[in-house]
């Protein structure tokens, strides 16, 4: 894989972001930026669909990077994220070794050797053998257990996983490391010091209509803008789960496959289902609800004057 340069400055991360289809704020960019240079883990906290996940994969294709990604989930632990010991293979090995008379202090030592090590996600990204520092992405840790938290500590410090068998596997080069959170629970301090942080808020309306132009490209203006005003007004509303970018999007998409010029109550009531993921907040929305969201919306829109 061929990798490109780091960014030369604030506006150049906004620029080569930009041009791969993710509009950031300017306090994001920065942080990226400052991530990228000075070599530190990114932590990004915010709500579902706002994309913090994204700007993970944006990087690597950015930098020409391979990405390596850990999902985080109850009970992970460090045989399911770092390395585990291949136990079928060496017992075989052992069985090999008594049958051909071999020593047994030789084969304890060839047991925890490297062909019996199996390389999970953390250890993938800090193989000093990977041709390219890769962007490694540990995505929502808040999912994972707190004891896991400690399991990150070698390695978003010194990039290195220490494995009592085997002896240290030091990063040759340290990866980009982008870790998330939805902030289900708080994140132990001892792994927020160790990144820079950020906390990515849901776009205004201004950031999330360019948002749309990019990743949407064939949707008409007009549409566009109903949409995201729709969308901006909903996420003042008491809901249960709010609508993310990833979602304005999708539904985007939606309208589109059903040849909707305009928003209108009918539509809107059709295809909640693909905004909002919990019954109780499609059910507030429904009928009347939507069309009076749909009025205060296009009364703002006036209001804007032309595009």
């Known amino acids: 894989m061929s990798t490109t340069a780091l960014p030369a400055s604030i506006d150049d991360t ?5 041009a791969h289809d993710y509009v950031p704020s300017r306090e994001l960019a920065t942080t990226v930026y400052l991530a990228l240079r000075l070599q ?6 915010g709500e579902p669909g706002t994309g913090k996940t994204e700007i993970a994969r944006t990087l690597a294709t950015m930098l020409g990077r391979p990405l390596i990604r850990l999902q985080c989930y ?6 399911g994220a770092a390395y585990e010991w291949n136990y079928a293979r060496q017992m075989l090995e052992i069985r090999l070794a008594e049958a051909g008379g071999a ?3 030789a084969l304890a030592t060839e047991l925890f050797s490297e062909r019996f090590l199996i390389q999970r996600a953390l250890l993938q990204a800090i193989d000093p053998h990977q041709p390219v520092a890769p ?8 999912r994972a257990d707190e004891p896991f938290e400690a399991f990150l500590l070698e390695v978003l410090s ?7 068998e085997f002896g240290t596997v030091k990063a040759a080069v340290p990866p980009i490391v982008v870790l998330t959170s939805n902030r289900t629970r708080e994140i132990h301090d001892a792994v927020k010091r160790r990144c820079l942080y950020h906390w990515v808020d849901f776009p205004d309306l201004q950031r999330e209509l360019a948002i749309l132009a990019r990743r949407v490209p064939g949707a ?6 109903e949409i995201v005003a729709f969308i901006q007004r909903l996420r003042q ?8 970018v990833a979602e304005t999007i999708e539904w985007t998409r939606a309208l589109l496959a059903l040849d909707a010029m305009v928003l209108d109550p009918e539509v809107i009531s059709h295809t909640l289902g693909v905004l909002l993921k919990y019954q109780d907040d499609i059910a507030k929305v429904q009928g009347s609800e939507a069309a009076r969201l749909l009025n205060e919306v296009r009364d703002t829109l006036r209001g804007l004057g032309p595009a």
Do not use: M, N, W
């Open 237 to 244: 509303l008491d809901l249960y789960k709010l609508p993310g």
């Open 103 to 105: 020593s047994h202090q």
């Open 158 to 164: 010194e990039f290195q996983i220490t494995i009592p």
């Open 135 to 142: 962007v490694l992405l540990i995505d929502e840790l808040d």
């Open 220 to 225: 008409p203006r007009a549409l566009s803008q």
């Open 14 to 18: 906004v620029a080569r972001l930009v």
């Open 40 to 45: 530190r883990p990114l932590f990004l906290e």
């Open 74 to 79: 109850e009970g992970l632990d460090l045989a």
